[in-house]
């Protein structure tokens, strides 16, 4: 799975849960009385903390990735300048 695919998916499971919480919260308001119990309020915040945790360490470790990968091609980068330099000084040295 390439980075930007994994981010987009974490961003959309953070959109899942936080329309679910907005659904819940909205159905919860609009029935009153009547709506949902303590108990599955505490529910489904329970689960929605424990979904935005993990998708915030998901977040952590691909960020933590992206620096990596940043590295590696900047260091890449200079590698390369640093030939192209070299061949560059060669290239008149050599006889045509």
Known sequence: MTQPDA?????????????????????MFTEGEGGASMATLQQQVRFLSEERDRLLKELDVERARVRRLEAANDEVSDRLETVVGTLKEIMPAMPG
């Open 7 to 27: 981010l987009q998916q974490a961003t959309m499971r953070l959109n899942a849960a936080l329309d679910a919480l907005e659904s819940f919260s909205s159905q």
